[in-house]
Nanobody, 123 residues
């Protein structure tokens, strides 16, 4: 069992940066691959990025490649999403999730989810 809590969302302007954090409970965090997804009302949850258990490998959606960076600190049980050059279309609720699979990108492959944090980018 992994409990995940996101933080760091907020309202920013286009071109700004924001860093999301997701802190996990339990000693098994370092055995999980961690992902970030986002979702808008009435739309499917969209894959954003994933990092493997050790932090040595990452994979990004094309829509965020070059602007977002996923990283993790296994000593702090935390995964981060650094978001730069934000665009209005990045507005969504952002979720972190945990999986034993890599580099899977379907939300159905992630059994553990946080509650989400809202990111709003104004133009």
């Amino acid at each position: 069992q992994v409990l995940l809590v996101e933080s760091g969302g907020g309202l920013v302007q286009a071109g700004d940066s924001l860093r999301l954090s997701c802190t996990a409970s339990g000693r098994s965090f370092r055995t999980y691959n961690m992902g970030w997804f986002r979702q808008n009302p009435g739309k499917e949850r969209e894959f954003v990025a994933i990092i493997n258990y050790s932090g040595s490998s990452t994979y990004y959606a094309d829509s965020v490649k070059g602007r977002f960076t996923i990283s993790r600190d296994n000593l702090e049980n935390t995964v981060y999403l650094q978001m730069n050059s934000l665009k209005p279309e990045d507005t969504a609720v952002y979720y972190c999730a945990a999986t034993k699979l890599y580099p899977y990108t379907r939300s159905a492959d992630f059994p553990y989810w946080g509650q989400g944090t809202q990111v709003t980018v104004s133009s």
